[in-house]
């Protein structure tokens, strides 16, 4: 797997953020012993396309994801999932509105069944 780095991607360029994602894709593929020519076929693109990709003169979000998917990969999208954060005063109050007992038989007209005891 690749090492972690501290890349400072916003000090990055366009042009080097889009070759850092080729070179990325790239590693997988390697890693994963898949040729240009098997990896376009699973992803449902062209080699050509394939090859400007990883070299960093083409980036498209759709191709992104259809390579991400035909490598398995589709889990480095989740830094992009939107996560509701409450504020503290509404977690208090969603507290406070948690049932804190049971309820016990309601009274609708109807009189409580008596006990054989």
Sequence with gaps: M????N?????????????AIGAFIKHHRL???KTQGQL??????????????EQGMRCNFITLIQLLRA????????NFEVQRQLSPIQ?????QAKRKRASGIKKEG??????DW
């Design 2 to 5: 690749m090492e972690k780095t």
């Design 7 to 19: 890349i400072n991607w916003a000090a990055m360029s366009g042009t080097a953020i889009v070759e």
């Design 31 to 33: 890693e994963q012993n």
């Design 40 to 53: 376009a076929i699973d992803a449902g693109i062209n080699r050509s396309t394939l090859i400007e990709f």
């Design 71 to 78: 490598l398995n990969l589709l889990y480095v999208l989740q």
């Design 91 to 95: 977690l208090a109050s969603l507290e």
């Design 110 to 115: 109807k009189s409580r069944p008596k006990s």
